[in-house]
């Protein structure tokens, strides 16, 4: 049985909740590998709307697995909330349909202190990423620090007494330089003791589970939050998150080989958007970005900033495909580009008179280019709700194509609405 990764290729918001929960129907496990809550995931489903930040995309699917993964960074306070107001939707969530790796990271609250005192502090400046201040960054940067506190931890008071302990000379130091009060460490353990009975019963070997399941021939789906553009070594540093988005990581993400992973999905809008801080060569800061804002309903599903958008960015998306070396890409968002006279696709860059093919590491050359464009014919008709390529307009049928020639890249999935019947299958990534 194949086992598919789903990964943004651009700067998120691709898409990735239509299309895992599309492709959830037919897993049989839907894993997180990376990245926390301030990634959202929108769901409609037979007109109702779900919107996930933590929990796993197939949550919504009822007999499905759904696993957070040790790549996942978990704020447990805000997970016991989610899980709540999806059962209030009618969704039913037991420890038999949700997994949480025990090696987990935690997100604790004077992560999120840390993470907006520093985006205060650097507000006006260069140095502002543009974080989502929920505290991401610093619980990732508690991992590597070997300072953090993991979900097993929560079933060990001695130890979780230890963790705290070495994490707070860090952080009271931090504080202290940012004009914020220590941390208070017995209301912090006394916060974590009262939530760990509505964690822990979730908790187990994932690593083990997943590989029982796979030597099983179950399918697995491995869901990746953010896009590969913000990925931490290869996105446009230093705007960009703080894990690894790009397919690799889903092995490492939940505990399996790199050998699991049989079919890479690569998330891309049929233009282009970005919420924050950082480079943007193809953004539009005029009447036609507006009317891809508009038309494309471009604002943050956790946090209601406006998207910044631009044309489809071939050159880039050409990169992270490589990068992630992914097999066939799910076009999204075809029908917001309905009635333009004409559209236009980046295929390279000038950087001070020379072509480039690919967007360059440095921040300053990032800077410095121009795109190149190519212009391609638009169409009238409306593609919304379109489900077999008989129904696309001639013109969107060649854009489509002439985006596949660009990238290298075969569209396996087109997206026509946010309804997730109004897709059309060009290569089904779970077939052996």
């Known amino acids: 049985m194949a086992n598919v990764v789903v990964?943004?290729?651009?700067?998120?918001?691709?898409?990735?909740?239509?299309?895992?929960?599309?492709l959830s129907e037919r897993a049989d496990i839907i894993a997180r590998f990376q990245g926390g809550h301030n990634a959202g995931h929108t769901l409609v489903i037979n007109g109702k709307v779900y919107k996930?930040?933590?929990?796993?995309?197939?949550?919504?699917?009822?007999?499905?697995?759904?696993?957070?993964?040790?790549?996942v960074v978990l704020d447990p306070w805000h997970l016991v909330e989610e899980i709540a107001k999806i059962r209030a939707d009618g969704v039913e969530i037991t420890p038999e349909t949700l997994m949480i790796a025990e090696n987990t990271t935690l997100i604790l609250p004077y992560h999120g202190e840390l993470d907006r005192a520093r985006e205060a502090q650097a507000a006006g400046s260069a140095a502002r990423i543009g974080t989502t201040g929920r505290g991401i960054g610093p619980a990732y940067e508690d991992k590597v620090g070997r300072r953090a506190v993991r979900v097993a931890d929560l079933a060990d008071p001695a130890t979780l007494g230890q963790r705290i302990d070495r994490a707070l000379v860090h952080h009271n130091a931090l504080r202290a330089g940012l004009?914020?009060?220590?941390?208070?460490?017995?209301?912090?353990?006394?916060a974590l003791n009262a939530i760990a009975p509505e964690i822990l019963p979730y908790a187990g070997p994932v690593w083990k589970v997943l590989n029982?399941?796979?030597?099983?021939?179950?399918?697995?789906?491995?869901?990746?939050?953010?896009?590969?553009?913000?990925?931490?070594?290869?996105?446009?540093?230093?705007?960009?998150?703080s894990s690894n988005v790009?397919?690799?990581?889903?092995?490492?993400?939940?505990?399996?080989?790199?050998?699991?992973?049989?079919?890479?999905?690569?998330?891309v809008k049929a233009y282009t958007t970005r919420v924050g801080e950082g480079p943007f060569p193809t953004e539009l800061r005029d009447e036609t970005g507006e009317r891809l804002g508009a038309r494309g309903r471009e604002f943050g599903t956790v946090t209601g900033r406006k998207r910044r958008c631009g044309w489809f960015d071939a050159a880039l998306?050409?990169?992270?495909?490589?990068?992630?070396?992914?097999?066939?890409?799910?076009?999204?968002?075809?029908?917001?580009?309905?009635g333009f006279e004409t559209l236009r696709i980046c295929t390279g860059y000038d950087l001070d008179g020379r072509r480039l093919e690919h967007l360059p590491t440095a921040a300053d050359a990032q800077a410095r280019c121009v795109p190149i464009y190519e212009e391609v014919e638009g169409w009238q008709q409306s593609t919304e709700g379109a489900r077999s390529w008989a129904d696309l307009p001639g013109a969107a049928v060649k854009y489509v194509r002439r985006i596949e020639e660009l990238i290298g890249c075969p569209v396996a999935m087109l997206s026509t609405s946010p309804e997730r019947d109004d897709t059309i299958l060009v290569t089904d990534p779970f077939a052996d």
């Open 317 to 338: 998306v050409r990169q992270t495909c490589a990068i992630s070396g992914i097999n066939g890409i799910a076009l999204t968002k075809l029908d917001v580009l309905d």
């Open 52 to 71: 996930l930040n933590a929990l796993p995309s197939g949550v919504v699917r009822g007999g499905k697995l759904s696993v957070i993964g040790n790549g």
């Open 212 to 241: 029982d399941k796979r030597r099983a021939g179950r399918r697995i789906l491995f869901e990746g939050a953010q896009g590969s553009l913000l990925d931490i070594d290869f996105g446009t540093y230093p705007y960009v998150t």
């Open 7 to 22: 990964v943004g290729a651009q700067w998120g918001d691709e898409g990735k909740g239509k299309i895992v929960d599309w």
């Open 246 to 267: 790009i397919a690799g990581q889903a092995a490492t993400g939940v505990g399996l080989g790199p050998n699991a992973i049989d079919f890479v999905l690569g998330i």
């Open 179 to 190: 004009g914020l009060d220590p941390i208070d460490r017995d209301a912090t353990i006394a």
